[in-house]
Each structure stands twice: as structure tokens, then as C-alpha cells.
């Protein structure tokens, strides 16, 4: 048995219900806590008959955890629902059977096989954490952490614990949607648990957490009944930022990394998905009696969900018009992608600079901290030897005082008396 949380409100719904299908279809068997984030999202979630599903409202978490409500004063809903999933696991770890492990999902994850060999790789360890692999054009998106938060896994043992209890603490001090320094929401935290907890197992597989910032470095090829990325079993793909455009198009924000929409990644990773959300989307619009159940079959090839660019091509999908509208759309958001980029590029060359004058005005305030000590110390010194020269002086002018009478006394007759 394996456990799995996650959560989301209800503009989320129909891709929590898609990773869920995903899990049913290819994890053996599997519970999964899901955090309502809003009333509209659990009472559809309580309509559906979804068995291995326990649905927990929000205020159940935050009456349970205190903590939670003083952070949620000073935050956004997506700063808050960062700051939210230490405190899920934490709230939910020790309910999974001693040893087992929980792991926490992004609800815009989407399975392709079963994730069993990533718990293999976790055997040996209390926590799991997934590297983004960013390409070496994309280095410098470090800056939002090395490792990915969208797949975080917890042993329920002493490490587990210690672990997860370190990173709650964390994200309730600082968990913001933004650069701080070397922080970003709760992600720049995981940088640290290799180091800091001995337990920490970075998983390898290259088929996990396959994104949009990093499939443009993979080859992506059809096998069997599978797909794989390098000749690896994709396990799971994050379909972050994934965009509505106009009606049932969508933006992979693959641009935003330089990747091209080719033929391998729209219809082996992306149709599939895009599949199942129409399907998702057409069941949750639809009215639908109490205890429904929910279909775990993969959705129709022919939904009207796709992926821009489509192109006009002779097996195009789209009417000549329609390629030109979305293509002309498509041409506007890589414009304001890259100007996005651009921006992004200066930013960070600013940052560089006001980094680069900081050590330079730290070293020019040591340096004077060290010249005020030395002129300090030399004040000192000339304060002791005007003194020392006070002294000699008085003790002078005091010897030729005595000798200056003593002679007086000799001229004129009179024995010198001493002094």
C-alpha cells in the first residue's frame, strides 16, 4: 500500500481528479488524503465514489495546527498554500503505518506508470526529494531551489518526523511566493535536507518529475504500452503552469525554456493529459447524481483539449483559420515570454551588481572599522606620551628648581639647606 496526499481548491479540481485517475490506473494500490481548499471543491469531490480517497476540510488542518492561522494573516492564497503542505504531512504521518512512507503531490502532476521504482530508490531512507534536472542554459533557476516540491516523501520514523517537523517550522516562519535572499516559498528549504538530515534520499530516475524546464534536454520516444525519456520509463510528468488560452487550447509555457512543441511530446505526454482534463471537465459540468463513479479509463483520443502551436499542416487537426489564430496567439505569449525572460535577464544582472557593490562597501566598512582602530590605538599612544612627556617635564622643572636655589644660596654666603 502506498499513501499519497495533496490539495487544491476548485480551479484545480479537474487536475487533482486527472492525477487521480492516473494513480488508480497504474499504482496497484494506493491511499490518497486530498486537502479541500475550498467548500465548492469538497462538496464535488464528496459526490464522486472515489474509495481510496479520504477528503479533509481545510478548517480540520487549521484547528489541528494553530500555527497555520497566525501565518495565514500575512499571506495570498498560493504563499498560503505553500505554506500548507508540511503542515498536511505533518498532520497526516502518523496515521500511515509505522516504517510506511507519505508522500506529498503537486495536484498537477499526472502519472504514466507505476511509481513503485521510485520507492525502491527511497528503501534505504526516512525522505525523498526529486533534483528539477535543469538544463545547463537553465542554471540559473537554482535560485528556486535545487530540488522540486512537487513530489516530497516522509517515513513515518523518527527521521521522517524530525525532518518534516524542520521544514513546517520553516515555511511558517517565511513562505512567500517571491525571491528573498536565498529563499523561495517552500521549496529553498528542501536545498538543505541532504546535508542537514542523513535520511535524505535524492531520487535518480529520470522519469520522475519530467517538466517543462527540463524535457527539452530528453529524447522522448513511444515504448510498448509506455513512453520513455531517454530510453527510461517516464514515471510521472509535472505539467506546471499549464495555461487555458481560448476555449479548449492550452499553453504548456514550454517556450518560457526554449522547448519546442514537437510531435513525440504533444501527443505521447501532453494529449493524453489534455485528454483526460476534457473528460474530467465534461463530467464535473455535467449534472451527476450523489456517489457517482468516477471513470479511471483514459480519456478519448478526439477531445476538443489541445496544445498550441497546432499548425496547418495535411494531419493537422485545425482549419486553416483556426492554425493561423492560434498560431498568431502562440507568437504573442513567446513574445511575452521572452520579454518576461529578458526582463528577468536584467533583473538578475542588476541583482548581481547590488551584490557585487555590497561586498565592496562591506569591505571599504572593514577597512575603516581597521583604520578607526589604528588611529584609535595611535590617539592612545599620544595621549600616553603626552603624559609620559608631562611627567618628565614637572620632574625638570622641579630638579632645576632645586639646583636654581641651591646656588642662590652658595652666592649669597648661606649654607644650602637640602632640599
Not at 506529498?104 to 527511497?122: C, G, N, R
Request: glycine share 6%.
Amino acid at each position: 500500500m502506498r499513501y499519497f496526499c495533496l490539495s487544491f481548491d476548485h480551479n484545480y479540481l479537474t487536475r487533482g481528479l486527472a492525477l487521480y485517475a492516473s494513480l488508480k490506473r497504474h499504482c496497484r494500490e494506493f491511499h490518497l488524503d486530498i486537502l479541500c481548499l475550498d467548500e465548492e471543491c469538497h462538496k464535488c469531490l464528496a459526490q464522486l465514489s472515489l474509495p481510496e480517497c479520504r477528503m479533509i476540510p481545510l478548517a480540520d488542518l487549521e484547528t489541528a495546527d494553530p500555527g497555520l492561522l497566525t501565518a495565514k494573516a500575512t499571506k495570498t492564497i498560493v504563499d498560503y498554500s505553500f505554506t500548507l503542505k508540511p503542515c498536511l504531512v505533518r498532520y497526516l504521518l502518523a496515521t500511515v503505518p509505522k516504517g510506511e512512507f507519505l508522500t506529498y503531490l503537486d495536484s498537477d502532476l499526472y502519472f504514466y506508470a507505476d511509481p513503485e521504482p521510485l520507492f525502491e530508490e527511497l528503501r534505504a531512507g526516512s525522505v525523498g526529494i526529486i533534483p528539477h534536472r535543469f538544463p545547463k542554459e537553465l542554471d540559473y533557476m537554482k535560485m528556486y531551489g535545487i530540488y522540486n516540491a512537487g513530489w516530497v516523501s516522509f517515513r513515518n520514523d523518527d527521521q521522517g518526523h524530525a525532518c518534516n517537523d524542520w521544514w513546517r517550522e520553516r515555511c511558517l516562519e517565511w513562505c512567500y511566493d517571491r525571491l528573498e535572499g536565498d529563499y523561495y516559498a517552500d521549496q529553498s528549504y528542501l536545498d538543505g535536507l541532504p546535508s542537514r538530515f542523513v535520511g535524505t534520499v535524492v531520487i535518480q530516475h529520470l522519469g520522475a518529475n519530467v517538466a517543462p524546464w527540463n524535457v527539452g534536454q530528453y529524447e522522448i520516444t513511444a515504448a510498448s504500452s509506455s513512453v520513455s525519456i531517454n530510453r527510461h520509463e517516464l514515471i510521472f510528468y509535472h505539467f506546471h503552469a499549464l495555461r487555458g488560452i481560448t476555449g479548449h487550447l492550452f499553453d504548456g509555457q514550454l517556450s518560457k525554456y526554449g522547448v519546442d512543441v514537437t510531435d513525440e511530446l504533444r501527443h505521447l505526454i501532453y494529449k493524453p493529459y489534455l485528454n483526460e482534463l476534457y473528460e474530467m471537465d465534461r463530467m464535473v459540468r455535467s449534472p451527476a447524481p450523489a456517489n457517482s463513479q468516477l471513470s479511471t479509463e483514459p480519456g478519448a483520443s478526439a477531445s476538443g483539449f489541445d496544445l498550441v502551436p497546432r499548425g496547418s499542416g495535411p494531419h493537422s487537426e485545425a482549419s486553416i483559420e483556426q492554425a493561423e489564430v492560434e498560431s498568431y496567439l502562440y507568437r504573442k505569449l513567446v513574445l511575452a515570454e521572452r520579454e518576461s525572460c529578458a526582463r528577468l535577464a536584467v533583473i538578475l544582472e542588476l541583482k548581481k551588481t547590488c551584490e557585487e557593490r555590497e561586498a565592496l562597501i562591506k569591505k571599504l566598512d572593514e577597512l575603516c572599522h581597521e583604520r578607526e582602530a589604528v588611529i584609535k590605538k595611535l590617539k592612545e599612544s599620544c595621549r600616553e606620551r603626552k603624559a609620559a612627556i608631562k611627567e618628565m617635564e614637572e620632574s625638570l622643572s622641579f630638579r632645576i628648581s632645586r639646583r636654581a636655589r641651591k646656588i642662590k644660596s652658595i652666592i649669597c654666603g648661606q649654607s644650602p639647606k637640602r632640599l
